[in-house]
């Protein structure tokens, strides 16, 4: 704290009283005070002279307090500064931004820039002045190898005055009247030693030194790091921002110091990791993306995504995860995931290469998230959200477990006492029906095993039910249906009808008479098929208005014609059972002209021949709803 009166809030010697040398001697041999020789700023008094050297003094006094208190928060990019390709094949861009080298000096971007990496006079010329790095001996056309793209503070004087002598027989000179503060772009050679193999192979190995060993050579303290890229004589073959660069303020975030590693290196590894596997999907586009995680990676961070096509849902075998590891797959609702793998980034990486018996005690889990509706109806038919998934690496007899192959063993063909798949098989398999290239969420688990199955539920009191209730009869009875939803009541089981009033009692229903009708409709259709009404009948039709956005695509529809909230068309698309996907196509079209030919479309098939309303969904469906 700072006062005009008193200065800054620390201790002084009484008036300012110069203190004895002897005295000051005595308590600085006796450790009782300490000097920070970087600190000494000038005393200001009247009548005394001011040199060059004082004023310099006391920039270099606040420069140094700047530059601590930097340290504080920690190296790393503040905002921006995201390296990207440039439009050739030998130069990047750097976006604007602003962020701290680990020595505490602010480094500013103003603007979006463009560097040419085969620019080798500027480089070697920027490279030698700031004494960045050595310059490399071969053209930088034919530079090879990893590099570390920073930014390093850089200053230099400029724009020249006239000075007046300084004594009486002097000569006027002229000296630079500024010092401008700059930012120097820098490649930094990785020594990663490891020239004999692919980049793509050295990328692996390069994020696990640095993410599994914490490596940091090359890496130099007074800059900030950005990406590393690999060039290829010149050519840049891959970028990779997060190998190397850190978000600011994550530094010492550390795990209660037990040796965790830091918040900004766990985040930086899942974001490198994901980058890493976007690009691994687009190089295996045609190959397919069934594949064993170490083709590509060497380690993976705690939690981050696997391709689903890994997984084999007639066998459930997955090939991703080394033979070794536990690999769970588990159903959870959708709207727990990101607790879980934020539970998961506290736990270290995994890494690939350790040996069979160093990964036996490490455990995955691979989630299938679900809208919570639709959990409801998958537990009504499974007794677990959670099965094991086998290795599908074949000639690992020898790594199987004892009870593995003894189920292994198969009876004469002509001999069949396995009947039919269990009705679960069957459910999991469903819920595995995803595209091949969708990527599925995994999360490390704690060796420590716990039941993981359990998930929240909303408990309801009998005062809320109650409540509940009261409110979907004044709904209904408002909409003119509360006859319909009593004859669902009248064939419903006690489940159901109990099922019913938590079902239709979303705040979405009231929202939209459309989604209403329609789920009404599609109860309706199941009495008719064996006139009673069952619970999982409910869960059905629940899973088929489940998701959480339900009801903006028709709202959607209702901005662009006043039809859709006509009776008539409302009780038209319910017949055809087709509600909820209106509503998803709906809500997928952005562009306006197609909402307004998809909208025209709807309500001419409906008034001309409703019968053909699930086939004109279906292809806009097909379209935009991938």
């Known amino acids: 704290m700072f006062s005009p009166t008193n200065g800054p809030a620390r201790e002084t010697f009484p008036a300012r009283e110069r203190v004895d040398s002897d005295l000051l001697e005595q308590m600085i041999s006796a450790g009782t005070i300490i000097i920070d020789n970087r600190r000494r700023r000038p005393l200001y008094f009247d009548g005394r002279f001011l040199a060059a050297r004082d004023l310099t003094r006391e920039q270099n006094y606040f420069l140094s307090r700047q530059s601590d208190i930097g340290r504080v928060a920690g190296g790393g990019v503040i905002h921006g500064l995201s390296v990207s390709g440039g439009g050739t094949a030998t130069s990047i861009q750097i976006e604007r931004g602003h962020g701290l080298t680990s020595a505490g000096e602010v480094l500013v971007l103003d603007e979006t820039i463009a560097v040419e990496l085969t620019d080798i006079t500027e480089m070697q010329r920027l490279d030698a002045a700031f004494g960045i790095s050595q310059i490399p001996s071969e053209p930088a056309r034919n530079r090879s190898g990893l590099f570390i793209v920073a930014l ?40 990663d030693q490891s020239s004999n193999i692919d980049f793509l192979s050295r990328r692996a190995l390069v994020a696990r030194e640095i993410f599994v060993g914490r490596a940091t050579r090359g890496i130099p303290s007074a800059t900030l790091p950005l990406a590393m890229i690999a060039l290829d004589r010149g050519v840049v073959r891959w970028i990779d921002q997060f190998m190397v660069r850190r978000e600011v303020g994550a530094e010492h975030s550390n795990t209660i110091g037990l040796g965790f590693a830091p918040r900004a290196l766990r985040e930086a590894h899942l974001l490198q990791y994901e980058q890493h596997l976007a690009e691994v999907v687009k190089l295996r586009a045609t190959r397919g993306l069934r594949f064993a995680g170490t083709e590509h990676f060497q380690c993976l961070p705690p939690a981050g995504h696997v391709p689903a096509a890994t997984i084999d849902p007639a066998d459930f075998s997955q090939m991703f995860f080394p033979a070794e590891i536990d690999v769970d797959l588990s159903i959870v609702p959708a709207d727990e995931v990101p607790v879980l793998l934020e539970e998961s980034m506290f736990l270290p990486p ?11 005690s490490t455990s995955v889990q691979i989630l299938i998230p679900v809208p919570r509706e639709r959990l409801r109806l998958l537990l009504s038919s499974l007794t677990s959200t959670t099965r094991v998934l086998k290795p599908a690496a074949p000639g690992l007899v020898a790594r199987r477990k004892p009870l593995e192959s003894l189920m292994s063993l198969t009876l004469p063909r002509n001999v069949d006492i396995t009947g039919p798949a269990a009705p679960t098989d069957a459910v999991w398999a469903n819920a595995l029906v995803i595209p091949s290239d969708r990527l599925l969420w995994y999360v490390r688990r704690r060796n420590l095993q716990y039941k993981s199955e359990f998930v929240g539920t909303e408990v309801r009191t009998s005062g809320e039910e109650t409540e509940a209730e009261k409110k979907l009869i004044e709904l209904l009875t408002q909409m003119k249906i509360l006859t319909r939803y009593n004859k669902l009541g009248d064939a419903a089981t006690t489940l159901a009808k109990a099922e019913l009033v938590t079902f239709l009692d979303s705040p979405k229903f009231a929202q939209s008479k459309m989604l209403l009708v329609g789920a009404i409709r599609e109860l309706e259709a199941k009495i008719e098929s064996d006139q009673k009404l069952e619970r999982n009948e409910v869960l059905i039709v629940e899973d088929r208005f489940a998701d959480a956005a339900a009801g903006e695509g028709i709202a959607r529809l209702n901005t662009v014609s006043d039809e859709f909230s006509n009776d008539k068309m409302i009780k038209i698309f319910a017949d055809a059972q087709v509600v909820p996907e209106i509503d998803r196509v709906a809500r997928s079209i952005t562009v306006q002209e197609l909402q307004q030919k998809f909208a025209e479309g709807l309500l001419d098939i409906g008034q001309g021949n409703p019968a053909e309303l699930p086939e004109f969904v279906k292809k806009w469906a097909e379209e935009f709803t991938r």
């Open 152 to 191: 390093r503070p850089v200053e230099f004087t400029a724009n020249p005055i006239a000075s007046y002598p300084t004594t009486i027989t002097g000569s006027r000179s002229v000296e630079d009247g500024d010092i401008v503060e700059a930012v120097a772009v820098t490649l930094v050679p990785y020594l």
């Open 350 to 360: 995994i890494d690939l290469m350790l040996s069979g018996a160093e990964q036996d």
